[in-house]
């Protein structure tokens, strides 16, 4: 009860000192509008409020201010004398305005904003003082104020509150027991029982009997066990100051170091039973019942304390075998999940667990005694190491990873923290460190960065990589986008093996053609190249010899008829436009369109209706994504064995300045060929994560393979997804197109995403390039059928049997099937008869924002 008594005490203190310093800056910002009707300069104005506040003299006690201009110079200081200065002329808050410049400066860019600060200053006495400051901004006079006040005061205060109560507590049977403290320097600060019970500057009693062992040992008691009762001999000055036994419970309470102890002298209790007995035997033979009861209860008390003490003692024994057996299991939890290892005070091993090493390959035997450096690798900067011994020795804990080399030179990375193990003073007796090994996640990241960058089948760069070079590059480069005319008939008459090859075969004629030049080339998908240049000059007419050179090749197969298959290639240019891209595209339709094999972009493709219509959505979402627009929207997937909802898809949807929803088909397809998509898809990820996160179901968020490929949007998704902790909830859609199967990097990133937790869902499955080959590459967990194929599930008997042949397909590789555009209950009907597991469409809901979303039953 009194440690809460201090607590709350303590509180209610420091709650009182802030809002007199916010009373005293309200008045100075006050004072300062008072001054803006004044037709004086600023600097007069300044001396205007210092006159008033001189005046007021509100500042008092242990406060004081300062007032600094723009230019960092106090222009005035209030600070006591006993505050930290400088010799010679410098003001006596000049150490105070240092040490809050940081601050200071900070709120001239933040007017009339109050910030707090805490520091802890030496003053005259030679003694550590901690200081609260408000700091504001006087806009109209261009100056900082800073108002402070000492909190060693405020904590005085509250001490002599507390000693003051103490002293005129008293308990027991005529109020025998009494309070004592012991302070810091192991003195007496109050004994109730004495007369003063406290100096009223908390200085110590005097100690004629010299027991300050005695008061330090009580310290240690307290100290250690934290509350606990003790019996000694002392001084009764009640009994002729002889020496008596006493009982006492003893708290220690760490902030101020003091020990409060309430006690009574055993002597003092046995007499007050003695006296009992003794009226016992005086009173009147019809009273000795009376008297007996009065015995007996005084046993019970005397038993009562004694059970009491000893099961105290059992409790606390108790407790301390039971924090022995967590420390054990906090130890077995750490041995199991890290590599440990302590070390002495010069650095050399002297322990290390099974974790640490099996990773570094040695023996304990073999480490026990060598300094730690023994794992140092060669590429690691000593520099490193010194400033981890120097973080340790300071008694501070280092964290940071390393590159290490194993037994046999075999190298490991390690994410580690080091801190040092000290007494109860503080001294450091020894060094542990836990490290977690984080090989195999580097290398897998330098694998998966390595893969974002280049394309698989003609190692150029990627589409990935071009969007970057884009952004960092010149202002006046140039892009040619490069396509293959019926392309897609190639691969299908002659089979995707040989479409492989006529994509090797474009992209090393470019390299050839544009080897030794500052061009950097690249595949996008499919047929599509690209040939980017710092250069302007000179780049169509370049690009207009290769096409010459390229039409004068021949392709041939290498069958027995020697097969020739003619490759016809259009070009579309953009040079110096904000948005290449997008730019060399229009071009490249304009070619194909017209006929031609070169189109340069220009005035008039810009003032086409289509160039104007694609900078149209480019500008509308990109104010929308600043406004907050841009917003996901979620569609409910229904389990149908239950009908019940099991998760939810997220989609993209931009909102007009009323609040309407704009069809997706108008904007999506022309920000795809942007570097704006990129940063739509982080903004669904976030949003998505963030509401899911409190919630039990599924939900999925669509990627395209350039997501796939690009480094900082799978970095983003796992990132998020890991800090709302919902990557075993999250199932990403990949589009499925025929870009897949030709991306190793992109399957590679999908079976990192499956080992993190996540789900795979390959979405409109039977459109477009289906085949069912690459869904045993991906893994997937679960398959959606294309909404046109379900549409049309009771108009034509082959789609229902070609529906019915993927469910089964799936259901054989232990994937689910969901059915998607299930709009009436007709086809409902027909997709539970086929086996579908899940179900999709305007039937059950729409998408709605996220304020309307329904509850979710269950999770799958």
């Known amino acids: 009860g009194e440690i809460d008594t201090i607590r709350s005490r303590r509180q209610l203190q420091m709650e009182h000192v802030r809002l007199e310093l916010e009373e005293k800056l309200a008045t100075v910002q006050r004072l300062e509008a008072s001054l803006e009707r004044l037709n004086v300069s600023r600097l007069e104005k300044q001396h205007s409020l210092v006159s008033s506040l001189f005046e007021a003299s509100w500042v008092h006690g242990a406060g004081g201010y300062l007032l600094v201009n723009r230019a960092d110079q106090i222009v005035y ?102 309070y004592f403290i012991v302070g810091p320097q192991d003195q007496l600060l109050l004994n109730a029982s004495h007369h003063p019970a406290y100096h009223e500057d908390l200085s110590p009693l005097a100690d004629v009997n010299d027991n300050k062992t005695l008061f330090r040992q009580l310290k240690n008691i307290s100290r250690h066990s934290g509350q606990s009762f003790y019996r000694y001999d002392y001084i009764n000055p009640n009994r002729d100051n002889c020496t008596e036994e006493k009982l006492s419970y003893l708290i220690f309470y760490p902030p101020w170091n003091w020990t409060i102890g309430a006690g009574f002298y055993l002597n003092e209790h046995k007499l007050e039973l ?31 304390v004694a059970l009491y003490v000893n099961r105290h003692i059992h409790r606390l024994d108790r407790n301390r075998q039971a924090h022995m057996h967590e420390l054990e299991q906090y130890k077995k939890l750490l041995d199991l999940s890290c590599m440990v290892s302590k070390g002495d005070l010069t650095g050399h091993i002297t322990y290390t667990n099974e974790s640490f090493q099996r990773v570094t390959g040695y023996t304990a035997d073999e480490m026990l005694g060598k300094p730690h450096n023994l794992f140092r690798h060669p590429s690691t900067p000593k520099k490193v190491f010194k400033e981890l011994w120097d973080t340790i020795q300071a008694g501070m804990v280092w964290r940071g990873s390393s590159k290490n080399l194993g037994k046999n030179n075999k190298p490991f990375y390690t994410q580690q923290v080091i801190m040092p193990i000290t007494d109860d003073n503080g ?150 436009q904000e948005n290449l891209l997008t730019c060399a595209d229009s071009a490249l339709k304009e070619a194909k369109r017209q006929n031609l094999r070169l189109m340069i ?14 900078m149209y959505w480019i500008d509308t979402v990109q104010q929308a994504m600043t406004e907050g627009r841009l917003v996901a929207y979620y569609q409910p997937i ?53 509401f899911f996160k409190d919630k039990v ?61 996540c789900q795979i869902s390959i979405d409109d499955f039977g459109s477009g390039y289906s085949n069912f080959s690459y869904l045993t590459q991906v893994s997937a967990d679960v398959i959606k059928i294309d909404g046109s194929l379900v549409q049309a599930i009771n108009q034509d008997e082959r789609t229902r049997e070609l529906i019915s042949s993927i469910v089964q397909f799936a259901h054989r590789s232990d994937m689910k099937v969901v059915a998607e555009f299930i709009d009436s209950a007709e086809i409902l009907q027909s997709v539970k008869e086929i086996g579908c597991d899940m179900g999709q469409g305007y039937h059950f809901s729409p998408p709605v924002p996220a304020s309307e979303i329904p509850p979710c039953s269950r999770h799958t």
């Open 427 to 576: 001294n450091i007796l020894e060094y542990i460190a836990a490290r977690y090994d984080i090989t195999e996640l580097l290398e897998k990241r330098e694998q998966l960065q390595l893969a974002f960058s280049t394309d698989t089948v003609t190692a150029l760069g990627s589409r990935f990589k071009l969007l970057r070079d884009i952004e960092r590059g010149p202002a006046d480069q140039c892009l040619a986008l490069i396509d293959m005319v019926s392309f897609h008939g190639v691969n299908k008459l002659y089979g995707t093996e040989t479409g492989d090859m006529i994509l090797k075969y474009i992209g090393e004629s470019l390299s050839l053609f544009y080897g030794g030049t500052k061009t950097t080339l690249y595949r996008l998908n499919a047929d599509i190249f690209a040939v980017l240049s710092p250069r302007v000059e000179n780049f169509s007419s370049t690009m207009d010899a290769f096409l010459d050179q390229f039409s004068q090749k021949k392709f041939c197969l290498e069958d027995t008829m020697n097969t020739e298959i003619p490759i016809t290639l259009t070009v579309g240019i953009a040079c110096r």
């Open 638 to 690: 229904i389990d149908l064995s239950t009908g019940q909802i099991c998760k939810f898809e997220t989609l993209m949807r931009l909102l007009d300045k009323d609040g309407t929803p704009v069809p997706p088909g108008l904007f999506l397809p022309v920000l795809k060929q942007t570097q704006f998509y990129a940063y739509m898809t982080h903004a669904m990820i976030e949003q998505a994560c963030a």
């Open 601 to 614: 972009y220009n005035q008039d493709l810009a003032d086409s209706d289509e160039y104007k219509q694609k």
């Open 697 to 757: 179901c599924h939900f999925s968020i669509n990627f395209t393979v350039d997501d796939l490929l690009r480094k900082e949007t799978v970095q983003l998704i796992v990132d998020t997804a890991l800090r709302y902790d919902v990557i075993d909830r999250l199932v990403l859609e990949v589009v499925e197109t025929e870009n897949i199967q030709n991306y190793d990097q992109a399957l590679e990133t999908i079976r990192y995403l499956k080992e993190l937790g």
């Open 274 to 304: 003695e006296k009992s007995i003794a009226q016992a035997n005086q009173a009147s033979r019809d009273k000795i019942n009376r008297g007996l009861l009065l015995l007996i209860l005084n046993l019970l008390f005397g038993l009562s």
């Open 77 to 178: 200081d209030d600070c006591p004398s006993e505050y930290p200065h400088t010799s010679g002329e410098e003001g006596k808050g000049e150490l105070l305005h240092q040490v809050l410049q940081p601050v200071i400066q900070a709120s001239f860019s933040q007017p009339d904003k109050i910030t707090w600060h805490e520091s802890t200053l030496v003053l005259s006495d030679g003694r550590n003082h901690r200081f609260l400051s408000g700091v504001t901004c006087l806009k109209r006079l261009d100056c900082v104020f800073v108002v402070t006040m000492d909190l060693e005061d405020a904590t005085k205060r509250v001490q002599r509150d507390v000693v003051e109560l103490l002293s005129v507590e008293r308990f027991g049977h005529d109020d025998y027991g009494y």
